[in-house]
């Protein structure tokens, strides 16, 4: 008997096959399979993966997966160099190999939860990514927060803070704003993750924190204040972002992206404003050429936190 998984791969492969779905469409969704067909998450996991394994789809960040464009004939590349840290030195696994499987294992959850959202993200998910069984994944982490301990740290460290800085704190402050919201519109999920109140031990995010609070340090604030400010500056780019990984969700499951979807709402907010309940809101949304997206959002709110510091710091 063919198993479920399979019956599903072969629906898909069928649509794809006969043009249905095309080079760059999105195919069904792990969400989207297990609401249609009426199996559970990991039999919509196998499914995904096994179209991936054929090489019928492949995965895009914050879009979701899609139908592959036609294999084409593969020609010998050479040899990979050694790998290398930032200040251009040969990369040393701790534990030889090992350290690397697990670099490879981490890298992979990235790259599903990049894909699919966080929620999509498990041990037996990320076995069946990697063509091995789940307890062989127990051999490079402990469960599923050391996975997404070391992910996020992963994350944090991908984008190198400048040595030396912009001059002046504000500079430096914007800066790393800019480079986090950036961060997070590549991994929508991370925002997801990051606490501030149980905050996680992860070395590169720490980093970001350092930087930050150098970057006023010497000022006359108190180190209490120092502390705030580093912390607050982060909170506030993550406050943000969380909005970033439903948005893809929202995205991936219906095909809409937010400009679309707030064209379709029109109609129902002519009719609510037209009550003249809330004549501010309907003069602003009215308004010719109006900009307003988490983007203008972010940007807006950061430039008064940073205006708001600046008289604090000029008070000292």
Do not use: C
């Not at 072969?10 to 067909?37: C, F, H, K, N, Y």
């Not at 139908?67 to 040899?79: D, E, M, R, Y």
Request: proline share 7%.
């Amino acid at each position: 008997m063919t198993p479920p998984y399979l019956r599903i791969v072969a629906d898909i492969r069928r649509r794809i096959d006969s043009g249905e779905l095309r080079p760059g469409d999105r195919v069904p969704s792990t969400r989207q399979i297990t609401q249609r067909w009426g199996v559970a998450m990991a039999t919509a996991s196998k499914v995904l993966a096994e179209l991936r394994r054929r090489e019928l789809v492949r995965a895009v960040p914050g879009v979701g997966t899609v139908v592959a464009a036609p294999a084409v004939p593969s020609v010998p590349v050479p040899a990979p160099t050694a790998r290398r840290d930032r200040s251009g030195g040969p990369v040393t696994a701790r534990n030889g190999g090992d350290e690397d499987e697990r670099e490879g294992v981490v890298r992979a959850a990235v790259r599903i939860a990049d894909a699919e959202g966080i929620a999509a993200l498990s041990m037996r998910r990320l076995a069946t990514e990697l063509g091995v069984a789940t307890m062989s994944l127990y051999r490079h982490v402990r469960d599923k927060d050391e996975l997404v301990l070391l992910m996020t740290d992963l994350a944090y460290g991908e984008d190198e803070l400048p040595d030396p800085p912009p001059p002046g704190w504000r500079a430096q402050l914007e800066f790393l704003a800019r480079l986090q919201w950036e961060l997070y519109r590549r991994h929508p999920w991370l925002a997801q993750v990051a606490s501030f109140t149980r905050p996680m031990l992860v070395p590169n995010a720490m980093a970001h924190t350092e930087w930050a609070m150098r970057a006023v340090s010497g000022l006359g604030l108190d180190a209490n204040t120092t502390l705030h400010i580093g912390t607050v500056l982060t909170a506030y780019v993550r406050g943000i972002a969380v909005n970033l990984e439903p948005e893809a969700e929202a995205r991936q499951d219906t095909g809409v992206d937010e400009d679309e979807w707030i064209r379709t709402q029109e109609p129902s907010f002519a009719e609510v404003f037209a009550s003249g309940r809330f004549p501010v809101l309907a003069h602003a949304f009215t308004q010719p050429g109006l900009d307003f997206d988490l983007d203008t959002l972010f940007s807006f709110g950061l430039r008064g936190l940073l205006d708001g510091l600046a008289v604090l710091i000029g008070r000292t």
